[in-house]
């Protein structure tokens, strides 16, 4: 599985990865880059091909089949890391539900929200705090996925440079201390990929036929497509897209944000389109950026027209809400979109509404660009290859 980052900043791993996956611009000769048969090793001498094929995808289902792609900081720059989609794709987004089920929580009833907390607590602030950076998380439906924890191993740091952020002092049985470091432990694509040239070409089409790629943004999305090879492009048949949809989605279109937003977006699918041409499954979750905005206009849906050869191919419209049309039912302007849609009203009520009269010492204000809780801590170092 390609993984890409800031061209500035690659690590070594990367540039790797990419010289084995990209075409053209070799010099060396023909013989010298064939792969070596590796008889010494077992794994290809003893086992045929089929059984290490059937190794192979076991490997990636065990990894997880469907991989998020998602920047790992706030920056534009900031490089793409990946991890497992532990979420149920169908499953009811009940995170309003949870928030107003806390926040209706009588003041005088002692009984709780879970683990024992009771109104006016600090405990119930911060629980009150959790769902609503849930509620506007940039993965929606997914923050399972964003609040899983990566799996962790300590690593000296006589291995790695000093001054690296992460450090953690941990008390040794000889009396003395050692500074250590949390980094996080890699997934098993790049590791195959780099093991050797014949185990690369026989696994990497069974990476890309096993494996949906989950993008968390439009950010992600366009990052990965400018910096990843095209050979590794165009293996990709399975795409889906977590979208936040920007305010600039229903303001007048010939505002000076809206256009800039909107070329972005059109030249997104374009090149989607142009280095993807092999999509056999499209999915989209569409969020408004806030539950109960309106849903975007009908211009910008009309860039998602051109991949009406996809097989399966449907969007997802929740929390849109556009009085007064009804908010469950056909859209008139899509009666030709090329995907099937469903639409997921937004709870009746906003459950933040009526609740500010408690006084608990909340912010007033929905923060527009939430804080990465997968990485919010910053207590290790690398990312999930």
């Not at 600090?122 to 923050?143: F, G, K, L």
């Not at 906003?350 to 801590?377: A, C, M, T, Y």
Request: proline content about 8%; some cysteine; charged content about 25%.
């Amino acid at each position: 599985m390609t993984e890409t980052r800031d061209v500035q900043r690659e690590s070594p791993a990367a540039r790797v990865e990419d010289q084995l996956t990209s075409t053209g611009g070799s010099t060396c000769d023909s013989t010298a880059s064939q792969p070596s048969s590796q008889l010494q090793s077992s794994f290809f001498s003893a086992l045929p091909l089929e059984i290490r094929q059937s190794i192979y995808r076991h490997l990636w289902l065990a990894t997880g089949s469907t991989q998020h792609v998602y920047q790992s900081g706030a920056s534009l720059l900031a490089p793409l890391s990946h991890c497992r989609c532990i979420a149920d794709l169908d499953a009811e987004d009940t995170r309003e539900v949870e928030l107003a089920r806390i926040l209706n929580t009588p003041p005088g009833d002692s009984a709780t929200v879970e683990g024992g907390v009771g109104p006016g607590s600090t405990e119930e602030r911060d629980a009150i705090m959790e769902w609503r950076y849930r509620v506007v998380s940039m993965w929606c439906s997914h923050w399972p996925c964003e609040e899983e924890p990566p799996v962790l191993r300590a690593v000296d740091t006589d291995a790695l440079k000093d001054g690296s952020e992460g450090k953690e002092i941990v008390p040794l049985k000889d009396r003395e201390s050692q500074h250590r470091l949390f980094v996080k432990e890699f997934s098993p694509f790049l590791a195959t990929l780099l093991a050797c040239k014949r185990m690369h070409g026989e696994a990497v089409d069974s990476i890309y036929d096993a494996t949906t790629f989950s993008f968390v943004g439009t950010d992600a999305l366009s990052r990965f497509l400018n910096t990843t090879a095209p050979d590794s492009l165009v293996r990709i048949t399975k795409l889906h897209l977590t979208w936040r949809a920007p305010i600039a989605t229903y303001m007048n279109l010939d505002s000076e944000e809206s256009f800039t937003e909107m070329a972005r977006w059109e030249k997104m699918w374009a090149e989607v389109a142009l280095k993807i041409p092999r999509l056999k499954e499209l999915r989209i979750w569409a969020y408004p950026c806030y539950a109960r905005y309106p849903m975007p206009h009908e211009e910008w849906l009309r860039a998602l027209h051109q991949f009406g050869n996809v097989p399966k191919f449907d969007v997802s419209f929740r929390w849109f809400q556009n009085p007064p049309t009804p908010d469950t039912g056909p859209l008139d302007f899509l009666d030709d979109a090329p995907f099937e849609y469903d639409r997921i009203p937004p709870v009746q009520d906003n459950p933040l509404h009526f609740h500010w009269r408690r006084l608990i010492g909340l912010p007033p204000d929905e923060p527009r660009h939430p804080v990465s809780r997968r990485q919010k801590k910053r207590r290790y170092l690398g990312r999930a290859l």
